[in-house]
């Protein structure tokens, strides 16, 4: 069963630097979203992306972060200066389309430590 | 805005045995859908079972059904028969009908499966 694939598993950056996050989302979906999780916490939406522009942000999502489709199979979630409570687990999410009928398919996660 | 609430952090259950997880939740919407995901120690978001609001009748999924309260804005998810790859993090989620895909989580519970 084809799945959403998210690389790295795991990313240490210093507080300050800039991230990218990479998701490669199921190949014929054309709704796509990040997520996040704070350890011990909920996940947490950020935003969704349709024909390459946002759909929807939370208040979370604010312009430090940026999201793009580079190409035609990647996804990619952007962390400008990372601050110490950035570090979380961002899920990537895809889906054929914005229903109900269209459930979301969730990558493994990328596991974010800002030191 | 929406909320979901588990107010159980964590839950155990022997091999073959029956739980029920509880979820809650808070809207003033009359239409909208609900779902449990199950996260393994893979990490990876799965779903398990979805219910919309305008459908009286409980969903199924093999082991896995759900008590749908609307009234009482609650939505449990029972495990029959449970088995040792149960053992997850489970989440409910809300959806409203007009926000292209956007789940809200809740906390989630723990549930462990022992022999």
């Known amino acids: 069963e084809p799945e959403v694939t998210q690389t790295p598993s795991h990313q240490v950056t210093q507080m300050g630097q800039e991230v990218i996050l990479r998701c490669v989302p199921i190949?014929?979906?054309?709704?796509f979203y990040w997520y996040r999780q704070i350890l011990g916490q909920k996940v947490e939406f950020l935003v969704s992306?349709?024909?390459?522009?946002?759909?929807?942000k939370s208040e979370i999502f604010d312009d430090q972060f940026s999201v793009e489709r580079p190409d035609g199979s990647n996804f990619t979630l952007k962390i400008r200066s990372t601050k110490l409570e950035d570090s979380a687990m961002y899920f990537c999410a895809s889906s054929k389309r914005s229903s109900y009928n269209s459930p979301l398919h969730f990558g493994n996660g990328t596991r974010l430590t800002v030191t | 805005a929406q909320t979901v609430t588990q107010s159980q952090p964590e839950m155990s259950v022997q091999e073959a045995e029956t739980v029920t997880l509880s979820c809650t939740y808070d809207?003033?919407?009359?239409?909208?859908?609900l779902f449990w995901y199950k996260q393994p120690p893979s990490r990876q978001m799965i779903l398990v079972i979805r219910q919309e609001a305008y459908k009286q009748q409980n969903a199924t999924e093999n082991r896995f059904s759900v008590n749908f309260q609307k009234a009482a804005k609650s939505f449990s998810l029972k495990i029959s028969d449970s088995q040792l790859g149960d053992t997850a993090m489970y989440f409910c989620?809300?959806?409203?009908?007009?926000?292209?895909?956007?789940?809200?989580f809740g906390t989630g519970t723990r549930l462990q499966v022992t022999l």
């Open positions: 992306f349709y024909n390459n522009e946002i759909s929807e």
């Open positions: 190949s014929n979906h054309l709704y």
């Open positions: 989620a809300f959806m409203s009908t007009g926000t292209a895909s956007k789940l809200t």
């Open positions: 809207t003033s919407e009359s239409n909208y859908y």
